[in-house]
Antibody
Framework: QVQLVQSGAEVKKPGASVKVSCKTS????????INWVRQATGQGLEWMGWMNPNLGNTDYAQKFQGRVTFTMNTSLNTAYMYLSNLRSEDTAVYYC??????????WGQGTLVTVSS | SYELTQPPSVSVSPGQTASITCSGD??????VSWYQQKPGQSPVMVIYQDAQRPSGIPERFSGSNSGNTATLTISGTQAMDEADYYC?????????FGGGTKLTVL
């Protein structure tokens, strides 16, 4: 069965960086895009961008350009989200989600990133 | 930037039909997905391509999309359907989510 398992919670200071991993299984990793979505406490879903594991190309939401980087390790079937220059407003649960045709069909369990001095 | 607008909350009695709307400019020209999110859990896709239901999602969930409005309909609503619901569409190389609707079953 398809699974996306994310790394554990992180606590970071303002100005620091964080890297969240998303280990996939149960499907061909390079055949489907991986998206990253975040959700602040009590707020809605916010799309951050996507990565194509086959070609390695990425596209980032305008809000995050310059601060976010998506990478992957195809031998581990794992995607990574790197967010730099963290501020308190970045405190949120970060999700990876597998693309299907016109939708996101599987989601990771989420990773809480807390930014606090 | 493109915006999707949902009502913040919808209430329904058990066994009745709940309708949650999602509005956006010419939304009917785009495919819409709907996600259900219960407290402390990840979102689950319940409708894709406007009206398609993935395997494992009960038949009481249905969707439509025309003009500027997409609608998620839950027939015979059950207590377990109480959750936040988000619509989603693709526009100008960006995935956009609606603000979410809290469905209360009472």
């Amino acid at each position: 069965q398809v699974q996306l398992v994310q790394s554990g919670a992180e606590v970071k200071k303002p100005g620091a960086s964080v890297k969240v991993s998303c280990k996939t299984s149960g499907y061909a990793f390079t055949s489907f895009d991986i998206n990253w979505v975040r959700q602040a406490t009590g707020q809605g879903l916010e799309w951050m961008g996507w990565m194509n594991p086959n070609l390695g190309n990425t596209d980032y939401a305008q809000k995050f350009q310059g601060r976010v980087t998506f990478t992957m390790n195809t031998s581990l079937n794992t995607a990574y989200m790197y967010l730099s220059n963290l501020r308190s407003e970045d405190t949120a649960v970060y999700y990876c989600a597998k693309s299907a045709v016109d939708t996101f069909d599987y989601w990771g369990q989420g990773t809480l990133v807390t930014v606090s001095s | 930037s493109y915006e999707l607008t949902q009502p913040p909350s919808v209430s329904v009695s058990p066994g009745q039909t709940a309708s949650i709307t999602c509005s956006g400019d010419k939304l009917g020209d785009k495919y819409v997905s709907w996600y259900q999110q219960k407290p402390g859990q990840s979102p689950v896709m319940v409708i894709y391509q406007d009206a398609q239901r993935p395997s494992g999602i009960p038949e009481r969930f249905s969707g439509s999309n025309s003009g500027n409005t997409a609608t998620l309909t839950i027939s015979g609503t059950q207590a377990m359907d109480e959750a936040d619901y988000y619509c989603q569409a693709w526009d100008s190389r960006t995935w956009v989510f609606g603000g979410g609707t809290k469905l209360t079953v009472l």
